[in-house]
Antibody, heavy 119, light 110 residues
Framework: QVKLQQSGAELVKPGASVKLSCKTSGYTFSTSYMSWFKQIPGQSIEWIGMIYAGDGGTGYNQKFKGKATLTVDTSSSTAYMDLSSLTTEDSAVYFC????????????WGQGVMVTVSS | DIVLTQSPALAVSLGQRATISCRASQSVSISRYNLMHWYQQKPGQQPKLLIYRASNLASGIPARFSGSGSGTDFTLTINPVQADDIATYYCQQSRESPPTFGAGTKLELK
């Protein structure tokens, strides 16, 4: 079955960077898209960006350009998101989610990872 | 960006029908494709896809969930509501990048 397993919770200092992972199984990673999302508890969901695992092509929400960098490792079927120059406003739950068509609805999600930015 | 507007909350009795609406700031339809999707999220969990392209039931989702609409106005219906359906429901459009979500409708018991 399809699984997206995200890395564990992170506590990071302001100004630092963090790299989140999303390890997949149960489907053909290289022919799918992986998106990342931000959700502050109690608030709605924001799309950060998307990567096509086949060629590493990316698209970003303008709001997150320069903040997030998406990559994949097709040998391990894992997607990554680097978040840089972290501030307290980056404290949130981050999800990865798959889409397999260009209609871009998200049929499988990771469990989410809480990132807390605090000194 | 396309803005999706949802009512914040809806109170419903178990066994009754719940109708959750979502209005887009511009059309999210292309030809015969309505690019609106619906998700359920429970506290502490990831979102779950319920309906894709306005009216298509996602895999494993019970038939008491249904979706309709086109253009700018869309509806998610749950009939009959069960206790396990108490959650927050989000609409999401993929007509234009960036994909955007509504603020969510919290389904509550009356």
């Amino acid at each position: 079955q399809v699984k997206l397993q995200q890395s564990g919770a992170e506590l990071v200092k302001p100004g630092a960077s963090v790299k989140l992972s999303c390890k997949t199984s149960g489907y053909t990673f290289s022919t799918s898209y992986m998106s990342w999302f931000k959700q502050i508890p109690g608030q709605s969901i924001e799309w950060i960006g998307m990567i096509y695992a086949g060629d590493g092509g990316t698209g970003y929400n303008q709001k997150f350009k320069g903040k997030a960098t998406l990559t994949v490792d097709t040998s391990s079927s894992t997607a990554y998101m680097d978040l840089s120059s972290l501030t307290t406003e980056d404290s949130a739950v981050y999800f990865c989610a798959r889409s397999i068509t260009t209609w871009h609805y998200f049929d499988y999600w990771g469990q989410g990872v809480m990132v807390t930015v605090s000194s | 960006d396309i803005v999706l507007t949802q009512s914040p909350a809806l109170a419903v009795s178990l066994g009754q029908r719940a109708t959750i609406s979502c209005r887009a700031s511009q059309s999210v339809s292309i030809s015969r494709y309505n690019l609106m999707h619906w998700y359920q999220q429970k506290p502490g969990q990831q979102p779950k896809l319920l309906i894709y392209r306005a009216s298509n039931l996602a895999s494993g989702i019970p038939a008491r969930f249904s979706g309709s609409g086109s253009g700018t106005d869309f509806t998610l219906t749950i009939n009959p509501v069960q206790a396990d359906d108490i959650a927050t429901y989000y609409c999401q459009q993929s007509r234009e990048s960036p994909p955007t979500f509504g603020a969510g409708t919290k389904l509550e018991l009356k």
